[in-house]
């Protein structure tokens, strides 16, 4: 089975940072992209920070110098460390992962149930 499972938010004063953990099943052993999504309210999903497989890091603009994605392997856990939280920030946000290898075979589309990072005074 594959499961993707967000943790890590909460409310929490402008400024102040975040680390959201996304942690995958055991039985995957990569995914060939794995992205941090938000939606904030009244507005569309979005991508904020992806990492493939070999590392390769992107951020969108609105949040390069402030978020960084990394993974531990041994974990296997993927982590999104916000910094400088602003109220704009506040989301719902997801883990997904796309083209997972669980040693046989691929998976394709895999989303977490999300976790809320509210910024709020």
């Known amino acids: 089975q594959v499961q993707l499972v967000e943790s890590g938010g909460g409310l929490v004063q402008p400024g102040r940072s975040l680390r959201l953990s996304c942690a995958v099943s055991?039985?995957?052993?990569?995914?060939?992209?794995m992205g941090w999504y938000r939606q904030a309210p009244g507005k569309q999903r979005e991508l904020v920070a992806s990492?493939?497989?070999?590392?390769?890091?992107n951020y969108a603009d609105s949040v390069k110098g402030r978020f960084t994605i990394s993974r531990d392997g041994a974990k296997n856990t993927y982590y999104l460390q916000i910094d400088n939280l602003k109220t704009e920030d506040t989301a719902v946000y997801y883990c997904?992962?796309?083209?997972?290898?669980?040693?046989?075979?691929?998976?394709?589309?895999?989303w977490g149930q999300g976790t809320q990072v509210t910024v709020s005074s």
């Open positions: 997904h992962g796309d083209r997972l290898w669980d040693g046989s075979a691929y998976y394709y589309d895999y």
């Open positions: 055991r039985n995957i052993f990569s995914i060939s992209n």
């Open positions: 990492i493939t497989e070999r590392g390769i890091k």
